[in-house]
């Protein structure tokens, strides 16, 4: 069912913005959309790919405002990977460059919850002493505990 959703979408700019756009609509269906834009752009490269990528970060976008990231990054990431194999024709380059803009995306704080890490902080804290415990332990090392925990959350849906 997939290949022949793949090869339906690859029939024209109409057909793959219409399933970018309705895919990323659709809760858990945003990887798809962000794998039509990689696949129009690996075919046929980032400017005619345009439409379609804009049809897959509109959704995305959207998911962001309502506190999910990880749509919207999605989306950037495999178009991004994309376009770089396309250029390079090197997986590896492709792996290299999504790896440095994921580690930029989490510097940024973009895949921090909307409250910031305070809030995940103070939650852990009140429900696990021996973490409470251990943060603390962290902190009289002059270590930011939220800069910690932020990074740590970042880092896992980044």
């Known amino acids: 069912m997939m290949l022949a959703l793949a090869r339906w979408a690859m029939r024209g700019p109409l057909q793959s913005i219409v399933i ?6 659709v ?5 798809f959309s ?3 834009s990689a ?17 897959a970060a509109l959704p ?18 495999v178009t991004l990977m994309a376009t770089l194999l396309r250029a390079r024709v090197r997986w590896g380059e492709a792996l290299i ?16 919850p909307p409250g910031g890490a305070g809030p995940l902080l103070e939650s852990i804290r009140q429900n696990a002493p021996e973490l409470d415990a251990r943060l603390n332990d962290i902190a009289a090392q002059g270590v930011s505990t939220e800069q ?10 980044g």
């Open 60 to 77: 995305a976008g959207w998911w962001w405002t309502q506190g999910d990231p990880v749509p919207l990054a999605t989306v950037l990431l």
């Open 97 to 112: 460059g999504a790896s440095l803009t994921s580690a930029l995306m989490v510097q940024l704080g973009i895949f921090l």
């Open 34 to 36: 962000a794998a039509i």
């Open 27 to 31: 809760p858990w269906l945003f990887w």
């Open 39 to 55: 696949l129009v752009t690996l075919r046929r490269g980032l400017a005619p790919a345009a439409p379609v990528f804009i049809a």
């Open 20 to 25: 970018a756009l309705l895919a990323g609509l």
């Open 148 to 157: 910690l925990a932020g990074w740590s959350s970042a880092a896992s849906l």
